[in-house]
């Protein structure tokens, strides 16, 4: 298992995730972030709140970005089928 940091980019700054969470390798991760983001862009849309470009870096203990999950991204996968 790895640790892995959940980090939420806004256009005016960063939200770091302190605690981590232990996952079986980068790819869980990665579906990690996008269900974090699928909430909480329901959650922005559920309170009737403007959806800012958002992304969610995935990183390791040294504070390397191993992957980049886009609110952009997750919308258009869920949206694909209706497309």
């Known amino acids: 298992m790895t640790t892995f940091y959940f ?9 770091e995730d302190p605690d981590g969470s232990e996952l079986a390798d980068l790819e869980a991760a990665i579906e990690e972030a996008k269900a974090s983001a699928r909430a909480l862009v ?9 959806l800012q470009p958002t992304t969610i870096e995935i990183t390791d203990e040294k ?21």
């Open 42 to 50: 329901a959650e922005r849309i559920g309170e009737n709140k403007l």
């Open 7 to 15: 980090h939420l980019r806004y256009s005016d700054g960063l939200v």
């Open 63 to 83: 504070g390397n970005v191993l992957h980049t999950v886009t609110f952009r991204e997750v919308l258009e996968e869920a949206l694909e089928p209706l497309l």
